[in-house]
Nanobody, 120 residues
């Protein structure tokens, strides 16, 4: 089984930046596509960014141009660099393995996530 642990969240002012990390263990991480998801209170979980095993990326329209997803396979880690944050980015952020064609998670098992709060 694969285990994913998110970290790097926190409180940031509007316009600020954060870098989230998703560390994996228990599988050959480098062969899988990985997505970052977020869920705000009262809202459904949504995909915000994804990256394939080959490094191709995909972004939701709401974050395109502000967020950058990357991976370091040697460290079994996927990152989400977030810039120019606004209040709409406030959510719990999760990572998971996703399919390349639809970006759907391989399963519905989620970790604890990491909280991002954008507030002045």
């Amino acid at each position: 089984q694969v285990q994913l642990v998110e970290s790097g969240g926190g409180l940031v002012q509007p316009g600020g930046s954060l870098r989230l990390s998703c560390a994996a263990s228990g599988t050959i991480f480098s062969i899988y596509s990985v997505g970052w998801f977020r869920q705000a209170p009262g809202k459904q979980r949504e995909l915000v960014a994804s990256i394939t095993s080959g490094g191709n990326t995909h972004y939701a329209a709401s974050v395109e141009g502000r967020f950058t997803i990357s991976r370091d396979n040697a460290k079994n880690t996927v990152y989400l660099q977030m810039s120019n944050l606004n209040s709409e980015d406030t959510a719990v952020y999760y990572c998971n393995l996703v399919t390349r064609t639809t970006w759907a998670p391989w399963n519905d098992v989620w970790g604890q996530g990491t909280q991002v709060t954008v507030s002045s």
